[in-house]
């Protein structure tokens, strides 16, 4: 366990984060797949924020390939504290379905940027989704969770495709695409 400590000071943080969010797609792939089978995941309702996930999450992971990695440093802990205090006080989600406040078009505004997050940061983003599932769209908590596991999978995917390529061009290195100069 030492040994692998000592290894990961040496890998690039950028191949850190999509080794990571490769990890998470195959999970999120199966949870989605079980969702789907089980009849809880409602495409049509999911189209325009799916689409919004394209942008969103391909802009966050490649915002992350151009931030220096001492600025994500700075921000991840004061995110993270934010992030807590946020579920600690915030709106507390039900299981009961609600009214609308939102049509899903007016959603995947708020869908591309929690999957910004996504590609970015990366914590709490699917407990972000379940709260504006329940609190937006009027989803009961159980039926939010099992659309936001498509969400969430093409969030993932997308991000290792932005990183994988962050990779191959430039040699994961941040701020080195070769158009930011």
């Given at each position: 366990m030492c040994l692998a400590?000592?290894?990961?000071?040496?890998v690039d943080d950028i191949a850190a984060i999509a080794t990571n969010k490769v990890q998470s797609s195959f999970g999120t792939a199966s949870a989605t797949w079980s969702c789907w089978r089980a009849g809880r995941i409602n495409f049509g309702l999911l189209k325009w924020p799916l689409a919004s996930t394209l942008g969103g999450a391909g802009l966050g992971a490649f915002a992350v390939t151009i931030v220096?990695?001492?600025?994500?440093?700075?921000?991840?802990?004061?995110?993270?504290?934010?992030?807590?205090l946020y579920f600690l006080f915030g709106p507390k989600a039900s299981?009961?379905?609600?009214?609308?406040?939102?049509?899903?078009?007016a959603y995947s505004t708020v869908a591309g940027g929690i999957d910004f997050y996504d590609g970015f940061f990366r914590p709490g983003a699917g407990s972000f989704f379940v709260l504006r599932l329940v609190t937006l769209v009027g989803m009961g908590l159980t039926w939010a969770t099992?659309?936001?596991k498509a969400l969430n999978l093409m969030s993932n995917v997308l991000s290792v495709v932005v990183l994988a390529r962050a990779a191959m061009c430039c040699g994961c290195r941040a701020a080195q695409w070769p158009w930011v100069r």
């Amino acid at each position: 366990m030492c040994l692998a400590a000592v290894a990961a000071g040496f890998v690039d943080d950028i191949a850190a984060i999509a080794t990571n969010k490769v990890q998470s797609s195959f999970g999120t792939a199966s949870a989605t797949w079980s969702c789907w089978r089980a009849g809880r995941i409602n495409f049509g309702l999911l189209k325009w924020p799916l689409a919004s996930t394209l942008g969103g999450a391909g802009l966050g992971a490649f915002a992350v390939t151009i931030v220096y990695t001492r600025w994500r440093m700075v921000l991840l802990p004061v995110l993270q504290i934010a992030i807590a205090l946020y579920f600690l006080f915030g709106p507390k989600a039900s299981d009961e379905d609600a009214h609308a406040r939102l049509t899903p078009l007016a959603y995947s505004t708020v869908a591309g940027g929690i999957d910004f997050y996504d590609g970015f940061f990366r914590p709490g983003a699917g407990s972000f989704f379940v709260l504006r599932l329940v609190t937006l769209v009027g989803m009961g908590l159980t039926w939010a969770t099992a659309n936001i596991k498509a969400l969430n999978l093409m969030s993932n995917v997308l991000s290792v495709v932005v990183l994988a390529r962050a990779a191959m061009c430039c040699g994961c290195r941040a701020a080195q695409w070769p158009w930011v100069r």
